[in-house]
């Protein structure tokens, strides 16, 4: 898919879908999702945390998890709005976790980065090294000029990823998401919740690969096909 602005009379050509890749690091490897997938992320979408900050259906069902890898994640990528990857340990090639992008800007070469961590994979720094080797490919390949990230204020969790990013933070919207919170009789209730919205640009993330491999022994995206 193309699209075609006109500048000063110019017509220009700039794609409008991302690659069908994965990308490794020396932990991970991101890439799409499969069938085989199915029963760990019905099992990390179920969980509370998951629940709690996310959107999607609850209970998460097989039909549910059968819709997302066969139709809703590879449509984000061929409709032009981002790419849906999961996120696999290298090493047992066990679901750790997703990374996405989504309301992709192709005038302005923007984009948003959204994650999920399942319980297992808590803990080991997995959502950082993740999203920072997604965000060296789309900035380095792709040639992108920001990545946004939106947290809701009370996920902490959420937003130690993007400070150990090197995200700005650059606002609050007010009031502006639907979060879920549990109540006493293990059920769910809708609650309003604000957003902190974090800027990454190029320039920021120099340097952070390095900090992170001191911190946590992992750094930098290795490959991508």
Same mark, same amino acid.
Do not use: H, M
């Given at each position: 898919m193309l699209c075609l602005y006109t500048v000063f009379g110019m017509e220009l050509r700039m794609t409008s879908t991302f690659p069908d890749i994965s990308i490794s690091t020396d932990r991970l490897v991101l890439r799409p999702f499969d069938m085989a997938d199915i029963p760990a992320y019905i099992e990390m979408m179920n969980d509370e945390l998951v629940v709690a900050w996310t959107e999607a259906p609850y209970p998460y069902t097989q039909v549910d998890a059968e819709r997302w890898v066969r139709r809703i994640a590879p449509s984000q990528r061929t409709k032009g709005d981002g790419i849906v990857l999961a996120v696999t340990e290298f090493l047992t090639q066990r679901l750790v976790g997703s990374v996405r992008l989504r309301n992709t800007d192709w005038r302005t070469r923007a984009t948003e980065a959204a994650y999920i961590t399942a319980p297992w994979a808590r803990g080991e720094g997995y959502a950082t090294e993740?999203?920072?080797?997604?965000?060296?490919?789309?900035?380095?390949?792709?040639?992108?000029?920001? +990545?946004?990230?939106?947290?809701?204020? /009370?996920?902490?969790?959420?937003?130690?990823?993007?400070?150990?990013?090197?995200?700005?933070?650059?606002?609050?919207?007010?009031?502006?998401? +639907?979060?879920?919170?549990?109540?006493?009789? @293990?059920?769910?209730?809708? +609650?309003?919740?604000?957003?902190?919205?974090?800027?990454?640009?190029?320039?920021?993330?120099? @340097?952070?690969?390095?900090?992170?491999? /001191?911190? @946590? @022994?992992?750094?930098?995206?290795?490959?991508?096909?």
């Open positions: 993740s999203v920072l080797a997604l965000a060296q490919w789309v900035f380095r390949d792709q040639a992108f000029e920001r +990545i946004e990230l939106r947290t809701a204020a /009370d996920n902490t969790a959420s937003q130690q990823v993007a400070q150990k990013l090197g995200c700005i933070s650059e606002g609050v919207l007010r009031n502006a998401r +639907i979060a879920r919170s549990q109540t006493e009789d @293990g059920g769910w209730t809708d +609650i309003r919740t604000d957003l902190i919205v974090w800027g990454l640009l190029p320039e920021d993330l120099e @340097g952070v690969a390095e900090e992170l491999a /001191d911190a @946590g @022994g992992y750094g930098t995206y290795n490959d991508w096909n």
